[in-house]
């Protein structure tokens, strides 16, 4: 029943059995037998959908550790425990374990058990994902489209796994900015779960809040609105305030109010929001690095640009620390900063950041719309301005990695 309760996204009643069922096993089987070993890997999987990650980490290590002394480190049971720890490493924002563990399940698996095996598209999928969180994103998009062709071969087009296979490709095409086929991917996409799923269950409202982002991204502003309003609501009755899936929602929501004008509100949520990240996730987490990000970005459009460049400044050292400078995450945030600055009329400050950007990894269309950009005016006319107008034109040179 606790996976029952897991698979309808009803995470607490879940929890409640699955602790339940630990108990019991442990107490009548023993803490080494297979099923106890079962129940506890189901109890970090919804910890971890709970968005409780010390403890689903804790449990999952446990897992692993016991199953490596019982079956060995090749049996199937291990390299799934594997692949879940690797999961919840994502989602503390351990990218690189993360990516290591799932190398390692994957080779494995496919040795083992062949590259058609469920484990190894597991493990394929999830690697992916790291990838994308790294900023690999050519990588990810190739292994993406080589999962989704896979589980539509073998399990269908409405199993559950390609339905998450779609939902992970549309994200890549979003964040490489191809918005158009994106849409279309998540269009489809939430058509099907709300009728394989139901209209509120946590994997229909995953494809609610992105398809609303890429509307947003389009800029069809009104539609992305009402669509973030809707998603938001449902999550914060069903998931709770704090959860992480309810928070990416709210900074979303936020970014749409202060691109649309709506300053007052927008500044309320995006600091709701920062708050209860920097509390449950930590500060150098990349959600909460979106959202104090979001923060800048909403205080420069209000020309409060001391508040704007310190919020830019702190997101581009956690970026620093956590993704390492040539991620285009860091170099992103380091084009804004230069921005706000050159708009407070602080030149040789923002020149620095544009040279920076350039150098580590700026994306494409950025590059290419700098001698556009209004934020950038004051610089005209400086050689500086021009010199690096000319290398943005230019394709990008690859990143050097950081120590």
Same mark, same amino acid.
């Given at each position: 029943m606790g996976d029952v309760y897991e698979s309808l996204g009803l995470f607490s009643k879940a929890e409640s059995l699955l602790s339940r069922s630990v108990a019991i096993r442990k107490r009548v089987l023993g803490a080494k037998n297979s099923e106890t070993l079962k129940s506890m890997k189901d109890l970090a999987g919804v910890l971890n959908e709970e968005s409780h990650y010390p403890e689903a980490e804790k449990l999952s290590r446990e897992t692993i550790e016991i199953r490596r002394q019982t079956l060995g480190s090749e049996h199937r049971d291990t390299l799934e425990s594997i692949c879940q720890l690797g999961v919840i490493l994502n989602n503390e924002g351990r990218y690189p374990e993360a990516e290591k563990l799932q190398r390692e399940a994957g080779e494995v698996a496919k040795r083992i058990f062949g590259d058609q095996d469920k484990l190894t598209r597991i493990a394929q999928q999830n690697l992916a994902i790291d990838l994308a969180y790294e900023g690999k994103y050519q990588e990810a998009e190739k292994?993406?489209? +080589? @999962?989704?062709? =896979? %589980?539509? /071969?073998?399990? *269908?087009?409405?199993?559950?796994?390609?339905? *998450? =296979? @779609?939902?992970?490709? =549309?994200?890549i095409l979003q964040i490489e900015h191809q918005y158009a086929e994106a849409e279309k991917l998540y269009l489809d996409l939430l058509q099907t779960k709300r009728k394989v799923f139901g209209p509120e269950h946590p994997e229909t409202l995953l494809s609610m809040g992105n398809l609303a982002l890429v509307l947003a991204n389009e800029k069809r502003f009104g539609e992305s609105e009402k669509l973030f309003r809707e998603t938001l609501e449902i999550k914060r009755r069903l998931l709770g305030p704090d959860h992480r899936s309810t928070l990416v929602t709210m900074g979303n929501l936020a970014g749409l109010l202060a691109t649309? *004008?709506?300053? !007052? %509100?927008?500044?309320?949520? @995006?600091?709701?929001?920062? %708050?209860? %990240? /920097? /509390?449950?996730?930590?500060?150098?987490? !990349? +959600?909460?690095?979106?959202?104090?990000?979001t923060l800048g970005d909403l205080l420069k459009r209000e020309k409060r640009y001391t508040e704007s460049e310190k919020a830019f400044r702190d997101t581009l050292e956690g970026r620093r620390r956590a993704l390492g400078v040539s991620h285009p995450d860091t170099a992103s945030t380091a084009y804004d900063l230069a921005c706000v600055l050159a708009l407070d009329g602080k030149r040789d400050a923002a020149f620095a950041n544009l040279e920076f950007a350039l150098k580590h990894g700026l994306l494409p269309d950025i590059r290419q719309g700098l001698e556009k950009d209004d934020d950038l005016?004051?610089?005209? *006319? +400086?050689?500086?301005? +021009?010199?690096?107008a000319a290398a943005a034109r230019q394709p990008p040179a690859v990143a050097q990695k950081s120590n």
């Open positions: 292994t993406f489209r +080589d @999962v989704l062709e =896979a %589980e539509r /071969r073998t399990l *269908g087009p409405d199993h559950p796994d390609t339905l *998450g =296979a @779609v939902n992970n490709l =549309a994200a649309e *004008g709506q300053y !007052s %509100e927008a500044e309320q949520l @995006v600091r709701q929001t920062l %708050e209860t %990240e /920097r /509390r449950s996730l930590g500060p150098d987490h !990349s +959600d909460t690095l979106v959202t104090l990000d005016k004051s610089l005209h *006319g +400086d050689p500086r301005f +021009d010199a690096l």
